[in-house]
């Protein structure tokens, strides 16, 4: 069987078994690619709202904040960043339900996407608020509340401190009604009222007002109204504790009448706004005038009374009473017939003393008769003591004597004692036969020697003399 072989024609079906070499695209750097995965990312999505718990939450020094967001199926990434953390108005912790308002974007270096978050609240209000239910049941069990540990409000404040915003409403509210009132001086304290580092600033300033000198005599602490979470910073443990342990009456206004935190049951006064704080800390001066003379009228009728009912009383006492003019006669004739009867009593006592003073006269001697009795008397003791004396010497030097052979006696006896201790104690020397060496003369350099004690004997040798 022939076959032909034709070249030069062509079979379409080979053709279309041929391969094809495919088109590529340009290859890119990783960090080309990065970006412009970036780019979709950010351009795909833009801002987004999402909700999920707070997991491996960690704050750095900076004041950035980085956590992931998880349901029970995922996580995404999430960091929030210095300026923002600072406005949330509450601490994010692990296992706290939040929805977080931000953009989608892309970390390049982990190939990680991540949320920037731009503001973020509790999911569930009533999960924040039962942590800050729980941390008030905590301090009313300590006693933090207790009305007894709180100072009362002064009468009449001479200087009053205000922690609040310098920026608000409140401040502005706050001097304009104790101005109309009662003026006193006013001390502002500026703090921040709400978001990160609120705390912390409110605390200083409570402290810081107590450790003044002179310290002012009230406190007050307000800010205007807002949501729970802007009303969050006041119901921090360290807050609470400052005002409880505050020695200057504190007084909170915060937020609107139905709003409540936690420094209101530690004040020493709550206040339903900031207005009614001013008038808590300082009376209103029309009524302290109309207090005033109410009080006088009734001091002056409580005088009135007092006065009438001793008038009275004295004009009743003396009714009864004889009249003075009839006390005063009888007084003079008893006083006449006294004066007379002492007059008489003395003119007889002194002629009886008279008398007696004669008689002692009489008897006693002359005084030559007394000078030449004691001279005799003095003559007699005069030779009886000199013959005493004589007598007194004489025993004096026999004693002395007596007792100057005792001594003599007693320190040759204590010699010998003292003697023979020396002996008793000094050793007994001897050379090697036994002969007892008396003097440092008789021994020579290097010779054996015996020392004899009461207790023993000591072999020696003669090393120096």
């Known amino acids: 069987m022939a076959v032909s072989d034709d070249s030069s024609g062509s079979d379409p079906r080979a053709a279309e078994q041929l391969p094809l070499t495919p088109t590529l695209p340009a290859p890119q750097t990783v960090t080309e690619l990065s970006l412009a995965i970036k780019r979709a990312v950010e351009g795909g999505f833009g801002r987004v709202r999402v909700k999920g718990e707070v997991s491996g939450f960690k704050a750095s020094s900076s004041g950035h904040l980085y956590f992931d967001l998880k349901d029970e199926d995922s996580a995404i990434t999430a960091c929030c960043w210095r300026p923002q953390a600072a406005k949330l108005g509450f601490k994010p912790e692990d296992g706290m339900e939040v929805i977080a308002t931000g953009r989608i974007t892309t970390y390049q270096k982990t190939s990680k996407y991540q949320i920037i978050i731009e503001s973020m609240e509790p999911a569930g209000i009533g999960q924040l608020l039962a942590k800050v239910e729980a941390l008030r049941v905590k301090l009313l069990g300590e006693g933090l509340f207790d009305a007894s540990r709180k100072p009362p409000l002064p009468f009449l404040p001479e200087t009053i401190g205000i922690i609040t915003s310098p920026t608000g409403a409140v401040l502005q509210d706050i001097r304009h ?5 009662l003026p006193r001086s006013l001390i502002l304290w500026p703090v921040l009222v709400q978001g990160d580092g609120a705390a912390a600033q409110i605390v200083a300033a409570i402290q810081g007002f107590n450790r003044m000198v002179p310290r002012p005599s009230v406190l007050i602490v307000a800010r205007g109204g807002g949501s729970a979470i802007d009303l969050m910073a006041f119901n921090e443990e360290a807050v609470v504790r400052a005002a409880a342990a505050s020695a200057i009456p504190l007084i909170s206004a915060i937020g609107h009448e139905t709003d409540t935190t936690l ?14 704080a001013a008038e808590f800390a300082v009376p209103e001066r029309a009524e302290l005038r109309r207090r005033l003379h109410h009080n006088h009228s009734r001091l002056s009728k409580a005088m009135e009374a007092v006065t009438d009912n ?11 009473m004889a009249r003075p003019q009839n006390l005063l006669d009888g007084t003079r004739r008893g006083l006449d017939d006294w004066s007379e009867r002492l007059e008489r009593a003395m003119v007889n006592r002194l002629k009886t003393h008279s008398h007696q003073l004669e008689i002692l006269g009489n008897r006693m001697p002359s005084p030559q008769q007394q000078w030449l009795a004691a001279r005799t008397r003095l003559d007699h003791l005069a030779a009886a003591g000199d013959r005493a004396m004589l007598v007194y010497r004489d025993k004096v030097v026999t004693a002395i004597r007596h007792q100057g052979e005792k001594v003599a006696n007693l320190a040759a006896r204590l010699e010998q004692a003292n003697l023979a201790i020396r002996l008793r104690l000094r050793p007994q020397v001897t050379d090697r036969d036994g002969r007892e060496i008396l003097t440092a003369a008789a021994v020579t350099i290097g010779q054996a020697i015996a020392l004899n004690f009461n207790d023993g004997t000591v072999q020696a040798e003669v090393i120096g003399k």
Not at 177 to 181: D, L, Y
């Open 177 to 181: 009604r104790i101005g109309e009132r």
């Open 310 to 320: 001793y008038r009275l009383r004295l004009l009743a006492m003396t009714r009864g």
């Open 263 to 276: 420094i209101d049951y530690a004040a020493a006064k709550r206040a339903p706004t900031p207005t009614a």
